[in-house]
């Protein structure tokens, strides 16, 4: 149940679902139709802009740190999922903008900086189709050279919670673990290891870059990317929010 209300409410505060829901209350309206029109052209405004949502954003973020600050050694590096996706008919993994997570953790490994990989990610779908994304990472870090006696999967999970109550039945939450998992996402995952009593340090990925070159276009001009940012904001703040109260 608190997983299918989970994804009702993300859909709710959907930035796209409020903008549609003042179109069309616009169309219905017949007596503040310009005033319906106007809220929706300065919502527009602020969603639409990429300046302002990296803002907001980054004061939401966890800061990142290098790798070379890192002074110790860890038995896991535990990446949560939702960095991918699976075509089965073209056997291949779709990256998405979180793919960074798997990327770091095999760069973690290679410099010897944590000795196992776990992937803790199942299916985050109402409706389950069988594929599971720690099972397709598996086979993509054995590409990439990872010993496959240094995998381990967790594929149950269906969200962050889910990511730390099934990974402490794999391993020993006392163990020293890394969490990876991409900055937005990070407060909400400390939260639920945190909660399992893990004994983690993190590594936070995908950061937002504030230092690059603020354009006119950049600072002024709409970009429908931004949607897409400002979703994944509030689904990160909303769903902090929702652990916090029944947690």
């Given at each position: 149940?608190?997983?299918?209300?989970?994804?009702?409410?993300?859909?709710?505060?959907?930035?796209?679902?409020?903008?549609?829901?003042?179109?069309?209350?616009?169309?219905?309206?017949?007596?503040?139709?310009?005033?319906?029109?106007?809220?929706?052209?300065?919502?527009?405004?602020?969603?639409?802009?990429?300046?302002?949502?990296?803002?907001?954003?980054?004061?939401?973020?966890?800061?990142?740190?290098?790798?070379?600050?890192?002074?110790?050694?860890?038995?896991?590096?535990?990446?949560?999922?939702?960095?991918?996706?699976?075509?089965?008919?073209?056997?291949?993994?779709?990256?998405?903008?979180?793919?960074?997570?798997?990327?770091?953790?095999?760069?973690l490994y290679n410099?010897?900086?944590?000795?196992?990989?776990?992937?803790?990610?199942?299916?985050?779908?109402?409706?389950?189709?069988?594929?599971?994304?720690?099972?397709?990472?598996?086979?993509?870090?054995?590409?990439?050279?990872?010993?496959?006696?240094?995998?381990?999967?967790?594929?149950?999970?269906?969200?962050?919670?889910?990511?730390?109550?099934?990974?402490?039945?794999?391993?020993?939450?006392?163990?020293?673990?890394?969490?990876?998992?991409?900055?937005?996402?990070?407060?909400?995952a400390i939260f639920?290891?945190?909660?399992?009593?893990?004994?983690?340090?993190?590594?936070?990925?995908?950061?937002?870059?504030?230092?690059?070159?603020?354009?006119?276009?950049?600072?002024?001009?709409?970009?429908?990317?931004?949607?897409?940012?400002?979703?994944d904001l509030i689904?990160?703040?909303?769903?902090?929010?929702?652990?916090?109260?029944?947690?």
């Amino acid at each position: 149940m608190f997983f299918t209300l989970s994804k009702i409410l993300s859909f709710l505060f959907k930035p796209i679902t409020w903008l549609i829901l003042l179109m069309v209350s616009a169309i219905l309206s017949k007596k503040k139709t310009k005033n319906i029109v106007t809220y929706t052209l300065i919502l527009f405004t602020i969603l639409s802009n990429e300046f302002i949502v990296d803002q907001v954003s980054g004061l939401w973020q966890m800061p990142a740190i290098k790798i070379n600050q890192l002074k110790k050694k860890y038995d896991y590096g535990i990446i949560l999922g939702g960095f991918s996706s699976y075509n089965p008919e073209e056997k291949m993994i779709n990256f998405n903008e979180h793919g960074d997570r798997l990327i770091s953790a095999i760069k973690l490994y290679n410099l010897g900086i944590i000795k196992k990989i776990i992937v803790s990610g199942g299916n985050g779908k109402l409706i389950n189709n069988d594929l599971r994304e720690a099972i397709w990472s598996y086979d993509f870090l054995i590409n990439m050279k990872v010993n496959p006696k240094d995998i381990l999967i967790e594929s149950n999970s269906r969200n962050t919670i889910e990511n730390a109550v099934y990974t402490k039945e794999i391993i020993n939450p006392s163990s020293q673990s890394l969490l990876i998992t991409s900055s937005l996402h990070m407060k909400r995952a400390i939260f639920c290891f945190e909660k399992n009593n893990f004994n983690f340090d993190y590594y936070a990925t995908d950061i937002i870059n504030f230092n690059r070159k603020k354009s006119i276009s950049y600072i002024l001009l709409p970009n429908i990317k931004s949607l897409e940012k400002w979703e994944d904001l509030i689904h990160e703040i909303i769903g902090y929010l929702v652990y916090q109260m029944k947690y």
